[in-house]
């Protein structure tokens, strides 16, 4: 039947190593396999478990999508103030900042392992947000001023925010420790994202967040305390009330 004629590649596998070699001879088939002219009617197209990895992917990059959505819209329920809400999303970037640069120096590869790590240090650099923007709000709350509200703030939350970090990097380095043995590779890609976003979201989380509060919602909450209260202008001929 013309039009679709499939073609099957298998690489035999032992080991993670195996593995390995065989993605990157098959990454080289399929650049080979792109330069190709074609007849009229024909068409490439990949299956196996490339397609299913594929479609995974695609899977949990919308359900992460999805679940930023659901945690804005829940931090802003909680906190009532979109500031709040997104100074706690601010510490995605700086996680992610530590996973690609793990990625990038170790397998090279996003694998369906990498974007689950991905997900899981989401969780946890919220988590380190949430403890210091709720402390904040509580300090305020008892009349202390800004600058004892960020100083007093960060330095009580930075036991538990370290904490937090070492808990599960220390849990995850026999896992990283271990690459090319058989078994871990889906281990291995997962601890190593959540271990390099934890090495650049711990000190950077502590850094950024007291310094955004202080811009953006203590300055901001100055700004509006020195705006001059708008009094009524009497209009000539109107009596008062009317």
Request: positive net charge; proline residues 6%; charged residues 15%.
């Amino acid at each position: 039947m013309q039009g679709a004629r499939p073609l099957q590649s298998t690489v035999p596998r032992r080991g993670y190593r195996r593995r390995a070699q065989g993605c990157a001879r098959l990454r080289n088939s399929w650049a080979r396999a792109d330069d190709v002219s074609l007849p009229q009617g024909y068409f490439l197209q990949y299956g196996g478990q490339f397609e299913q990895q594929a479609r995974a992917m695609r899977h949990l990059l919308s359900i992460g999508a999805v679940s930023i959505v659901a945690i804005f819209v829940l931090l802003f329920l909680a906190f009532g103030s979109v500031r709040s809400a997104v100074l706690v999303l601010s510490n995605l970037p700086l996680a992610v900042i530590g996973g690609v640069f793990a990625v990038y120096l170790t397998n090279k590869t996003l694998s369906v392992a990498s974007i689950v790590g991905f997900i899981t240090l989401f969780g946890i650099a919220t988590r380190n947000g949430i403890m210091m923007i709720t402390h904040y709000m509580h300090l305020r709350a008892e009349g202390k001023s800004w600058e004892d509200v960020i100083w007093q703030g960060s330095m009580e939350r930075l036991n538990p925010v370290l904490m937090t970090a070492l808990v599960a990097s220390i849990g995850l380095v026999p896992l990283a420790l271990r690459a090319g043995q058989p078994g871990t590779e889906l281990q291995y890609p997962l601890a190593v994202v959540i271990l390099g976003g934890m090495f650049t979201a711990t000190p950077l989380t502590l850094l950024v967040i007291p310094a955004f509060y202080k811009k953006f919602v203590a300055g901001r909450e100055r700004v509006e305390a020195e705006e001059p209260a708008l009094a009524p202008v009497p209009v000539p001929g109107l009596a008062p009330g009317d």
